[in-house]
């Protein structure tokens, strides 16, 4: 299980995130925005208030809307290898 250590978003639909491994990058979640339950996104800041849930290790902004963090990982690794 790929777990994350820190998650902090930077700006609208971008996170930056840590994981137990070593990697880290930002993750760019903008093709989720308003789509179903990511309409919490568009509220206020809600985006701003994102964490991680200690039962599951997803990443998290409610008890109702939750990433796996393997979706977050891999756009991250991808990233780093093709700047590579």
Excluded: C
Aim: avoid cysteine.
């Amino acid at each position: 299980m790929i777990k994350p250590v820190r998650v902090t978003a930077i700006k609208k639909y971008v996170i930056r995130a840590e994981f137990e491994d070593g990697v880290t990058g930002e993750a760019d979640l903008s093709d989720s925005a308003g789509k179903g339950v990511f309409g919490f996104w568009e509220k206020d800041d809600n985006f701003f208030d994102v964490f991680i849930n200690k039962e599951t290790f997803g990443i998290a902004w409610n008890e109702d809307l939750e990433i796996d963090p393997e979706t977050v990982y891999t756009q991250i690794k991808t990233s780093i290898e093709e700047h590579a």
